[in-house]
């Protein structure tokens, strides 16, 4: 039941990859006009040579067959090259792919870890003081732009404390640029990123958590277990919190994808070498091959995300029952 | 998903609301700091002799050791100079490869490779390069003329035709050969006398047969030398490469003109330019070029120098003078060319828009060229009644709406520009604003770069178009204002033709005779000054935010980029 389950979403999911690809192509053909990527305008290059390049990245042809090439290459594993910088897109992307890992991988454990008892506080002292304040910080996650935190982070913890010879936060990268890279250095660079990524899951999560942790409470069965002299303790976590989870599991499942894309805002301000910023910067210089190369590797991650969650709901709950 | 991308697109304009609020911000607190400026940059000879102070000259006996992290915010792309079209990949590599020749900051070339720079033969056809005596890579090789051949063949050989070189198109065209009677000798023969040659193509990173020689046209444009050049000839080695990151060099021990004093040089990629001035700030990065919004906040740090010279880098604003367009029916009259420009307080825009930073532009060639004429046949200063009475003169006459028209033409245009880029979409603003006061109603739109650049090379169904373009150290500005460049591909957008000025720039490539070819140009800039197809609004400056602690750097308007030949001279006070 489930392998088939499995076999139709995956048969689903390939037509998903395709239509998300041919329209990153369309939307990047459509816009590009003449221009060929990676050229700079400067008085010594000619007409002729503007031509002879655009033909070299096989721009000359229409955006169809490009595509068509493209896929036909992907089925033989092979992802291009840069339009750029001629190198292979798969070690543009398995070089970056740690460095996004690493940050959004800290961010959803620490959103994790501090979202579901924070959530829970929420929902057992409910319209307490502790309830309001935790409503309020929530709120302004959801609220606060990233992109603004993490620049009013740099102002404080990189500038602000090194002018006051206070010990700083380097303010942009994954590590320093000299003998750096050890994990106390990597660590130092997380904190200011991971935080303001950390912050936004956690606002999204503890609401989440805090709200279906009510809706359990309110049950039969939690009435039921407290009548016949169960321990809070017990009613609470036993049986409340594993079913409040559930839900939880399908928002976690579908962030994901998040894992590998989720954090380009934040990886833009903290120039921070990762996926995000990478695909960001080549989209803009209309490197195709790239953008692509990323697209599908997202889209990919997306579609499995999605199927996990699925998967791990029916595990989880046994009400569910795949058809 | 779909709605958390809706998210961050929003998080974006959101990011760049905030950061167009943020140069308001600095606008009003800089606004004194520039009309003091202002005063300053007056004269721009004088301007040019101070250029280049900072922290050059000093009595402390130099110190060996230590690093220097320099930041910007344009990423490399590639290491191989045959293939590199961008300055931050350029300039990167000229630490890593030098070329025959090299360019000091007022412009002079200066031998590297090669002794001197070159003899010409009487023909003026070819230029004998002798190089220095026992050049070698770092691998221990000895570097002869057979590297530099190979070098060019990559650019100009028929067989290298598949080599995704940007220099194909100049070089093929102008290099009939390149040949080595002995192995410390190189002679360039070109098919024509072609005076740019030496500045244009004279500097290119020289690469190692031995390494490359064997590839063949497509492995090259995919070797990993790109990204990893395992040999070098420059000041200093390829260490690695942390792709979205840094840079890392070494110093070359066995440099030919002596051994660096710094350890390790790297250069590291920041998000923007706001970055680079919070990283000077912290001392995170030693070196960085500074935006002019960011100048005062730079200089307010105190721990860092800032050097501020004239560059031949400019924004200009150019009219669609194609006769089949609505930009010739309005623009083909010279008068309403001019009156445009006397319409516009570029002083005003220069302090508003640049702080300060920069010089209005009197002609058409920079106040850094050799060629450049103070007082061409024409000068446009501010005056709103001439700008008048010109148009009424031409015939547009005011309309009850406001807007000025002839023949039941209405002068209404639209200007395209690139989205993002702060500084030229105030400039539309102000340029609006100001014909507006003339009866000219002037639409700005933004658009993305790409789409810009394929209207000025391509598809031209702009009215005008306002951009940014870079002149070399010589004088020639065929490319944007010869009649052949306005086939397609090429950058006279335009459509600009003018007999006179196809012969002065055809007369003025074809003679060696520095004189003579001024002269032309003295000519040139006078008839671009009367005619004004494509007005400059100002040469912009260099700005450098350079470290307390480091020493010797020597920033001019043509050494920033490329191969600085005083980056083995630089050290570091501390020594780290």
Known sequence: MLAKYVVRRFLASIVVVLGVTLITLVLMDRTRGTYVPGIDLNPALRPEDIARLRTNLGLDQPFYMWYLTWIWNVLHGDFGRSMIDGSPVMSHILERLPNTLELTGTAIVIGILLSIPLGIVGALRRGSKADHALTVVSVAGFAVPQFWMGLLLILVFSVTFEQHGLPWLPSSGATSPLNGGDILDRIVHLIMPATVLAFFYLSVWSRFTRSSMLEVLSQDYIRTARAKGMSERRVVYLHGLRNALIPLITLVGLELPGLVSGGLVVEVVFGWPGIGRLAFERALQYDYSTVMGVTFFATLLVVAGNLLADVLYAVLDPRIRFA | MAQKEGDSDQQFELFEQFLKEWSRRDFLRNAGAAAAWTAFSGGVLEFLEACGGGNTTTSVTPKKGGHVIEGNFSDIRTLNSMLSSDTASNQVIGLM??????????????????????????????????????????????????????????????????????????????????????????????????????????????????????????????????????????????????????????????????????????????????????????????????????????????????????????????????????????????????????????????????????????????????????????????????????????????????????????????????????????????????WKDIGVDATPKLIQFPQLVSQIVSVRTFDVFLVGFNWTIDPDEAPLFHSRNTAAGGFNGADFKNPDVDKILDDAIVTLDKAKRKQLYFQFQDIMSDQVPSPIILFNTGIWGVSKRVQNADFGPFNQFGARPWMKDVWVTDGK
Do not use: C
């Not at chain 2, 060019?152 to 220099?167: H, I």
């Not at chain 2, 721990?303 to 609505?326: G, Q, R, S």
């Not at chain 2, 220069?350 to 300060?356: E, L, M, Q, S």
């Open chain 2, 97 to 434: 490869f030098d070329g025959l020749l090299n360019v000091k900051k007022n412009g002079d070339l200066i031998g590297a490779l090669a002794q001197d720079v070159p003899k010409t033969s009487p023909d003026g056809l070819s230029y004998t390069f002798k190089l220095r005596p026992n050049l070698k890579w770092s691998d221990g090789q000895a570097l002869t003329a057979d590297d530099v051949i190979f070098t060019y063949a990559l650019a100009y050989d028929p067989k290298y035709a598949d080599v995704s070189s940007p220099r194909r198109g100049d070089l093929s065209k102008y290099i009939e050969s390149v040949t080595a009677p002995d192995p410390q000798t190189v002679v360039i023969k070109t098919t024509q006398v072609f005076a740019p040659f030496l500045g244009s193509h004279g500097s290119y990173g020289i690469l190692p047969k031995h390494v490359l020689g064997s590839m063949t046209p497509k492995e090259i444009n995919t070797a990993d030398f790109n990204t990893a050049p395992s040999v070098v000839n420059g000041a200093f080695k390829f260490v690695k490469w942390d792709k979205g990151q840094q840079v890392t060099l070494e110093r070359n021990p066995g440099y030919w003109a002596g051994p660096s004093y710094l350890d390790q040089y790297v250069y590291k990629v920041l998000p923007d330019s706001v970055a680079v001035t919070t990283q000077l700030t912290t001392g995170e990065i030693d070196i960085g070029p500074v935006d002019p919004s960011q100048f005062d906040a730079v200089k307010i740090a105190g721990n860092v120098v800032l050097t501020e010279f004239p560059t031949p880098t400019f924004t200009f604003y150019a009219y669609n003078l194609d006769p089949a367009k609505l930009g010739g029916q309005l623009f083909g009259d010279k008068a309403v060319r001019q009156a445009l420009l006397y319409a516009l307080d570029r002083q005003k825009i220069v302090t508003a828009v640049y702080f300060g930073h920069g010089v209005v532009a009197n002609g058409v060639e920079p106040p850094t060229s050799w060629a450049y004429k103070d007082k061409p046949q024409v000068i446009y200063t501010f005056d709103k009644a001439k700008a008048q009475s010109l148009l009424d003169g031409a015939g547009w006459t005011m309309g009850s709406d406001g807007i000025r028209a002839k023949g039941g033409v209405k002068l209404k245009f639209e200007m395209i520009t690139n989205a993002g880029n702060k500084q030229r979409e105030s400039m539309l603003t102000v340029m609006q604003q100001s």
